[in-house]
């Protein structure tokens, strides 16, 4: 029995450039640990008539579906501004999975063993951060936020080494592609322009099949790709959503959250927040978020800039015009963002004052992101004593009158705020709880977690205690890469 794979292969096709051929390395007792029935439905997999020894032989790569041609990708990247040669290190694509004619994603293992551009690693990957990965993946695919996603995670019943020893695991990862950032800057770091336009050729049939006949097409291609990327980061400030590691190689093409190593969301609002242990200047912070991605893009422009035209000065002008459009894209964006935050309709030349004085209040009294809007979403469950303070009721009657020139119901301006902010996000204390029961075999707070992530936006009993607060602690929490 198989699960109804239909691989159609066409990454693999590409020049030796492109990928390295390799097979996942073998595995001694995996074991499954989680799987996506949702994630599983949408693809038109069928798991229930085979039984899990198999099925954790399947996602362990221990057996190969038919049609698999499992490939490692290369690419390249900035790491924290450094450019590196990179490439999957400890992922092979099994190929792309076709649902139907139009609709293609990329099969993934995570985990996988040893390629040729695994450097110093082992190639392995940890249960913990993967399972932390499949929670936090599926939570902003709940968001309504482009994402990749998590079909399983199988134990490798090999143990791996980091500080001390843990447990090895797989994850499936499913995505639109794994084109990113950083596969443009390796195959323009090799200098081959053919290369170079079989890369944007097949990344605009794959991602942007409405550009293909155009005149401009690598230029559309730029702007394409900068508007995916500027909604995405306007998506993760909506949530409070941090990366952690918005390097060029985990910035997908897609315009899709790739990469959930050190990410987390922020609970009191400080922009400058950071929980990644490695980023020490905040390159990555909160507020930089927006300014990073015009950076990326920045690289990704000049991989394909002779490609704009002919004319080598002319293609630079054009391409620095473009990118120099950014902020004002964003700034459209992330202003109608908080505009539906706040349930306001229409456009007032006031606004931007309203709402930064608002973000300006949340910074002084540190309250939480998530539960300000929730709070005056009427949501009952918060009930925190600083929104009786003064200063905020002083600014809560100027959005009183603002919403007086809404000319909407009550009613029509709550549905539009209840469908922009989330009540529940993965609080950095309830999946570390969730994650340690996990590692010891007990997956209630992981389920339990996972099952109230999957409807954010709305209001059911019992979720109190996923609209709390992590209590105050004098630690500062951190995340890790997780490698
Ligand atoms: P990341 O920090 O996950 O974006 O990974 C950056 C680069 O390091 C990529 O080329 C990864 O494939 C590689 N890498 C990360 N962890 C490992 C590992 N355990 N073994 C080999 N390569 C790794
Ligand atoms: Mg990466």
Same mark, same amino acid.
């Given at each position: 029995m198989t699960i109804g794979w239909h691989f159609d292969n066409t990454y693999s096709k590409l020049p030796d450039t492109f990928k390295e051929n390799i097979k996942p390395t073998p595995v001694n007792e995996p074991e499954i640990v989680i799987l996506n029935n949702d994630l599983a439905e949408k693809l038109n997999l069928d798991f229930s008539k085979v039984d899990s020894k198999n099925l954790a032989q399947i996602f362990s790569g221990n057996s190969l579906p038919d049609g698999a041609n499992t490939i490692a990708q290369a690419y390249a990247g900035h790491q924290f501004g450094h450019?590196?040669?990179?490439?999957?290190? +400890?992922?092979?694509?099994?190929?792309?999975?076709l649902v139907n004619k139009n609709s293609r994603f990329d099969i993934q293992f995570k985990g996988s063993g040893k390629t040729s551009f695994s450097? +110093?690693? &082992?190639? !392995?990957? #940890?249960?913990?951060?993967?399972? +932390?990965?499949?929670l936090i $993946?599926?939570?902003i695919y709940a968001l309504g936020i482009p994402t990749t996603r998590s079909l399983a995670v199988v134990k490798t019943g090999e143990e791996v080494v980091r500080e001390q020893l843990m447990q090895g695991a797989i994850l499936t990862r499913v995505? $639109? /592609?794994?084109?990113? #950032?950083?596969?443009? @800057?390796y195959i323009a770091a090799k200098q081959n322009i053919k290369d170079l336009q079989l890369l944007i050729d097949y990344t605009i049939d794959r991602h942007f099949p409405e550009i293909q006949s155009s005149k401009s097409k690598t230029l559309d291609l730029l702007n394409l790709v900068m508007d995916k990327q500027c909604q995405l980061v306007v998506d993760w400030m909506r949530v409070g959503f941090i990366h952690g590691v918005m390097n060029t190689d985990n910035m997908a093409i897609s315009g899709e959250t790739i990469d959930y190593g050190p990410c987390a969301f922020m609970d009191q609002y400080d922009p400058q927040? #950071?929980? *990644? *242990?490695? &980023? @020490?200047?905040?390159?990555? /912070?909160?507020?930089?978020?927006p300014r990073i991605t015009k950076w990326n893009l920045a690289r990704f422009a000049e991989c394909i800039v002779n490609l704009i035209d002919k004319d080598e000065d002319k293609a630079i002008k054009i391409a620095t015009e473009t990118i120099n459009n950014f902020e004002k894209i964003y700034e459209k964006k992330w202003l109608n963002m908080m505009r539906n935050k706040l349930g306001l309709f229409g456009e007032n030349k006031d606004?931007? =004052?309203l709402i930064l004085e608002l973000l300006n209040w949340m910074k002084d009294k540190k309250a939480d992101y998530t539960n300000t809007f929730c709070?005056?979403? =009427?949501? $009952? &469950?918060? =009930?925190?004593?600083?929104? %009786?303070?003064? /200063?905020?009721?002083?600014? @809560?009657?100027?959005?009183?009158? !603002?919403?007086?020139?809404? =000319? #909407? /119901?009550?009613? %029509?301006?709550l549905k539009l705020m209840r469908s922009t902010n989330p009540l529940i996000i993965p609080r950095n204390h309830n999946v570390e709880e969730a994650l340690k029961a996990a590692s010891k075999n007990d997956f209630q707070l992981f389920n339990e977690l996972l099952e109230v992530l999957k409807t954010p936006y709305k209001s059911k009993e019992n979720i109190s205690k996923f609209l709390e607060p992590a209590p105050v602690s004098k630690e500062k929490y951190q995340t890790f890469c997780g490698t």
């Open positions: 450019f590196t040669m990179l490439g999957d290190g +400890r992922a092979v694509l099994l190929g792309e999975h450097r +110093r690693g &082992d190639g !392995r990957a #940890v249960l913990g951060p993967m399972l +932390r990965e499949y $993946s599926e939570a995505a $639109s /592609s794994h084109i990113r #950032v950083g596969t443009f @800057q927040t #950071v929980f *990644s *242990s490695i &980023d @020490q200047f905040g390159r990555y /912070s909160f507020e930089n978020q606004d931007k =004052k709070y005056l979403m =009427k949501i $009952s &469950d918060i =009930k925190d004593q600083i929104y %009786k303070d003064e /200063s905020f009721k002083k600014w @809560q009657k100027l959005w009183y009158k !603002r919403l007086d020139l809404n =000319k #909407v /119901s009550e009613e %029509k301006y």
